[in-house]
């Protein structure tokens, strides 16, 4: 199994990234998916999960900017990221949870990682 997130970059405040989990050995529909986030210092936080069935749940902080997808032909997952903050940047990791773990939001539940993608946003 492995995960390959890339996308990340440096934009400006109010600019857009648009980063790309690609997965092989596991059916994204199959599992629960998801980004985290870490800034330096900073603890690992969740931003948005996409459930095996579809469904999505997203951090407060990022509703209504961040858009999380997947392309099920592609076996690939999209975070759509609008209107960045600088409160954004990290390095952002996607993750898989093959056992469909209820703790969704425990990055403990995730038993697959990608190498994280660098999100810098200057103000």
């Known amino acids: 199994v492995q995960l390959q997130a890339f996308g990340g970059g440096l934009v400006q405040a109010g600019g857009s990234l648009r980063l790309s989990c690609a997965a092989s050995?596991?059916?994204?529909?199959?599992?629960?998916m998801a980004w985290f986030r870490q800034d330096a210092g900073q603890e690992r936080e969740i931003v948005v999960v996409i459930r095996w069935s579809g469904s999505t749940y997203y951090q407060d902080s990022v509703k209504g900017r961040f858009t999380a997808s997947r392309d099920t032909a592609k076996n690939t997952m999209y975070l759509q990221m609008n209107n960045l903050k600088p409160e954004d940047t990290g390095v952002y990791y996607c993750?898989?949870?093959?056992?469909?773990?209820?703790?969704?939001?425990?990055?403990?539940?995730?038993?697959?990682w990608g190498q994280g993608t660098q999100v810098t946003v200057s103000s």
């Open positions: 993750a898989a949870d093959k056992d469909r773990s209820v703790a969704i939001l425990d990055s403990r539940s995730y038993d697959c």
């Open positions: 050995g596991l059916t994204l529909n199959r599992n629960t």
